[in-house]
């Protein structure tokens, strides 16, 4: 009796200690999945009717996209959109500061300008400027505790600027926008030979590695195409095949029989791994360097050329250029063995350039 009373009291003591484990770790699940769960913090969205679905004939591309990085770069609260038509895009952003003073202060920051823009415009509360790099135009205002951002091709930000939703936006409804406001003068191919010759070190200061609008007579154009072939052996694994060997059901009662062949139907029924083949694979690339040619005048009455080197995205229409054309192109100007040299040129779209 007294062994069984022993085992009772075991037994009550066992289903205590189990019960207090469940408590335990019930209670610790509960208070590890409170503290886990985060509250999901929602993205901010843009204030009403701050991006409209059109301006003019620009359609919005898709919803206003609420930019993290772009916010953090500028302390602030960074929305924008493409608007486009065609191959016409330009981009419309809104910077939102807690302050109209910290909006002064985003917008004299120039943050949003890109490292190869000119300001070619600016008072207190409007900058324009051009990049170098590709003629695109940005222009920047200040609307209180706003900052609106127009960027694009010159047509693009014309059309956005002439429709902006100035109520919305707080702001006195500006001038008209012409595309002529953002008139580049280019420099003749000539006239950069000529510095050349006269000061070649003032000539290299102000031009070096710069992008610059040019404008020159094509004298010759052409193609350089860069075949490159590589070859390569690649192991290739044939398609598995399963063995073909049958599975013949025994008759004999022999328990050490049907053991053996179970085993050897199992192993039989594996997939077998053949042995990977090697072949051949030959690939070529062609890498296109077009490029165009201008015949200048120098002293003496020679021709100096100075060949221009286009993005090989500019093939087709460097290819499509005709002798004793006169044509408009951007490119880095460099100075080498003593002659110039001009490289990652693109040939400008005079249709909305806005060039004289």
């Given at each position: 009796?007294e062994?069984?009373?022993?085992?009772?009291d075991?037994?009550r003591?066992?289903i205590l200690?189990?019960?207090?484990l469940?408590?335990?770790?019930?209670i610790g699940?509960g208070?590890?999945s409170?503290?886990g769960?985060?509250?999901a913090?929602?993205?901010?969205?843009?204030?009403?009717n701050y991006?409209?679905?059109?301006?003019?004939?620009?359609?919005?591309?898709?919803?206003?996209?609420?930019?993290?990085?772009?916010s953090?770069?500028?302390?602030c609260?960074?929305?924008?959109?493409?608007y486009?038509?065609?191959?016409?895009?330009?981009?419309y952003q809104?910077?939102?500061?807690?302050?109209?003073?910290?909006?002064?202060?985003?917008?004299?920051?120039?943050?949003?300008?890109?490292?190869?823009?000119?300001?070619?415009?600016?008072?207190?509360?409007?900058?324009?400027?051009?990049?170098k790099?590709?003629?695109?135009v940005?222009?920047?205002?200040?609307?209180?505790?706003?900052?609106?951002?127009?960027?694009?091709?010159?047509?693009?930000?014309?059309?956005?600027?002439?429709?902006?939703?100035?109520q919305?936006?707080?702001?006195?409804?500006?001038?008209?926008?012409?595309i002529?406001?953002?008139?580049?003068?280019?420099?003749?191919?000539?006239?950069?030979?000529?510095?050349?010759?006269?000061?070649q070190?003032?000539?290299?200061?102000k031009?070096?590695?710069?992008?610059?609008?040019l404008k020159?007579?094509?004298?010759?154009?052409?193609d350089e195409?860069?075949?490159?072939?590589v070859t390569?052996n690649?192991?290739?694994?044939?398609?598995?095949?399963?063995?073909s060997?049958?599975?013949?059901?025994?008759?004999?009662?022999?328990?050490?029989?049907?053991?053996?062949?179970?085993?050897?139907?199992?192993?039989?029924?594996?997939?077998?791994?053949?042995?990977?083949?090697?072949?051949?694979?030959?690939?070529?690339?062609e890498?296109?360097?077009?490029?165009?040619?201008?015949n200048?005048p120098?002293?003496?009455?020679?021709?100096?050329e100075?060949?221009?080197?286009?993005?090989?995205?500019?093939?087709?229409k460097?290819?499509?250029?005709k002798?004793e054309?006169?044509?408009?192109?951007?490119?880095?100007i460099?100075?080498?063995?003593?002659?110039?040299?001009?490289s990652?040129a693109?040939i400008?779209?005079?249709?909305y350039?806005?060039?004289?």
């Open positions: 009796m062994n069984i009373k022993q085992n009772q075991v037994k003591f066992i200690i189990s019960f207090g469940m408590m335990t770790l019930a699940c208070q590890s409170s503290v769960t985060t509250p913090i929602p993205t901010p969205t843009p204030p009403a991006f409209p679905a059109t301006f003019a004939e620009l359609k919005l591309s898709g919803a206003p996209l609420y930019s993290a990085v772009s953090e770069y500028c302390g609260q960074n929305f924008e959109a493409i486009i038509n065609g191959n016409i895009a330009g981009k809104i910077e939102l500061y807690k302050s109209p003073e910290e909006a002064w202060q985003g917008f004299n920051a120039k943050k949003y300008l890109e490292p190869t823009s000119e300001i070619v415009k600016q008072n207190g509360t409007e900058i324009v400027s051009i990049t790099i590709d003629g695109r940005i222009v920047a205002h200040l609307a209180g505790a706003n900052v609106v951002i127009v960027r694009g091709r010159k047509d693009a930000v014309v059309t956005i600027e002439n429709n902006l939703p100035y919305e936006l707080g702001i006195a409804k500006l001038p008209e926008r012409k002529e406001e953002f008139l580049e003068t280019p420099v003749l191919a000539s006239v950069v030979q000529k510095e050349f010759e006269t000061n070190a003032e000539a290299t200061r031009y070096g590695a710069n992008f610059v609008l020159g007579k094509v004298a010759d154009f052409g195409v860069e075949t490159k072939t390569q690649v192991k290739v694994s044939p398609t598995p095949s399963k063995s060997t049958p599975y013949r059901r025994s008759t004999s009662t022999s328990k050490l029989t049907r053991i053996r062949r179970t085993v050897s139907r199992i192993s039989n029924s594996f997939e077998k791994t053949p042995t990977p083949k090697t072949t051949t694979t030959t690939k070529t690339t890498t296109h360097h077009p490029f165009v040619v201008f200048l120098v002293k003496g009455g020679e021709l100096a100075i060949w221009c080197y286009f993005d090989s995205l500019e093939v087709d460097v290819m499509k250029l002798p054309q006169e044509i408009l192109f951007r490119g880095k460099t100075f080498v063995d003593g002659k110039i040299e001009i990652s693109r400008e779209d005079t249709k350039e806005g060039v004289k």
